[in-house]
């Protein structure tokens, strides 16, 4: 992944286009509820101001499907973004069109303009080859800096690279230092987590991790298709029937391959899906029908804190019970705050680990948040990202 980044670059009064993920949270009234992704855009943007370029910025919001709708407008994130930099950020009424194409011509060194939501257009999920090069025309070099969106071969990610010269910024390189490295080059003991509901969304990246990790934790809600997988009673729990197979094949290649496969010992289970239903803990083993397991248990939680404590590098993706639900938030809780305390490098994995780690204060008590759920796991698993992979080469 030796790509190249902006100080790779000759950028001095050159006209940028640089691909943020803007993706962020609001609520009814457009008001952005969690800033971390415009946050993480800052050092790139400001170094291409140190260098006197001028800026375009572009980003997706939202799911608007091809179609301009105005609760899907990123005129919040320019507000937000004009705040955090103490400086105007124009907007562009448009991503191609008239108004985009006229700001953009007049924009000058040391001016930034945002473009509106890419995703109003259909040819930017088409990665259309046209539509790339009307947005690749407004400018001179392409940076791309939003991880999150890697995995996709889109037009804003990967097609405008065809037409202009494509480096990384720093936020992508440090995705790529971070993930690179815990994959290729870790120190160990290595012991990677893997939470969430279905062990169909974690197949490839199980599968990987076997090849590299010392310790593989898992938990959450596919820890129930495990269960299964060796013929003990789940309840109610969350169970993939059709990958009962795949359960103990992972089992039995881990046992071959010699890397320690732990499951929890015992579960939080509930009576109906409500945050104030009734619960208790049992042994896994031992779960009553008309229960559902939520979350892992006491012994659990202390038996893979000490499992943590060995490791030299740590790489965790997914929730260990239903975090929304405080009562069913202790593993993951739990098991984020003996992250934050053991002296080693943790990895998290973007998406829900994120969240819960952030919900709970403890980010800055982590070395690195990946920004990219879908993007970090498919990394994770060793696949080619589109919108990596189009970056030049050192």
Same mark, same amino acid.
């Given at each position: ?33 969690? @800033? ?22 572009? #980003? ?32 562009? @009424? ?10 953009? #011509? ?130 109610? #729990? ?66 893979? #804190? ?10 965790? @993706? ?77």
């Amino acid at each position: 992944m030796n790509k190249k980044t902006v100080k790779d670059i000759d950028l001095k009064g050159k006209k940028v286009l640089v691909r943020c993920d803007f993706n962020v949270p609001m609520d009814e009234n457009q008001n952005i509820t969690d @800033n971390t992704r415009i946050v993480a855009a800052i050092p790139t943007i400001k170094y291409l101001l140190e260098n006197n370029c001028a800026i375009i910025l572009c #980003s997706h919001l939202g799911r608007p499907k091809g179609e301009f709708k105005p609760e899907f407008s990123l005129k919040p994130v320019a507000k937000e973004l004009a705040n955090l930099l103490g400086k105007e950020v124009i907007m562009a @009424n448009d991503v191609i069109g008239e108004d985009a194409k006229a700001k953009a #011509s007049k924009l000058e060194q040391g001016q930034i303009l945002l473009l509106e939501n890419v995703r109003f257009h259909k040819e930017e999920t088409d990665n259309d080859s046209a539509f790339a090069k009307e947005l690749a025309s407004m400018a001179e070099i392409y940076v791309s800096d939003a991880f999150g969106s890697t995995h996709r071969a889109h037009a804003s990610t990967a097609g405008v690279a065809e037409f202009l010269p494509a480096v990384s910024g720093f936020l992508i390189e440090k995705e790529l230092q971070f993930l690179g490295n815990a994959i290729s080059n870790p120190e160990r003991p290595f012991v990677a987590i893997l939470g969430g509901a279905k062990v169909s969304d974690k197949i490839g990246v199980i599968d990987s991790l076997l090849e590299k990790v010392d310790t593989l934790i898992i938990g959450g809600g596919m820890a129930y298709t495990f269960f299964k997988a060796q013929g003990y009673e789940v309840g109610d #729990s969350i169970c993939e029937l059709d990958k009962l197979d795949l359960a103990k094949d992972l089992m039995k290649k881990a046992e071959e391959k010699g890397v320690k496969l732990m499951l929890p010992v015992d579960t939080k289970i509930g009576k109906e899906f409500k945050p104030d239903t009734e619960s208790k803990i049992v042994a896994w083993t031992e779960i009553p029908q008309g229960w559902e397991g939520f979350d892992i248990g006491e012994e659990t939680i202390k038996m893979f #804190s000490e499992e943590l404590r060995k490791a030299k590098t740590i790489v965790w @993706n997914g929730p260990l019970g239903l975090f929304e639900f405080n009562q069913f938030a202790v593993g993951t809780n739990r098991i984020a705050k003996t992250l934050a305390e053991i002296d080693a490098t943790t990895i998290i994995g973007g998406g829900d680990s994120s969240a819960a780690v952030k919900k709970i204060g403890l980010e800055d008590k982590m070395t690195h948040i990946s920004t990219g759920g879908g993007a970090s796991l498919e990394f994770l698993e060793g696949k080619a990202l589109p919108g990596i992979e189009c970056l030049l080469n050192k």
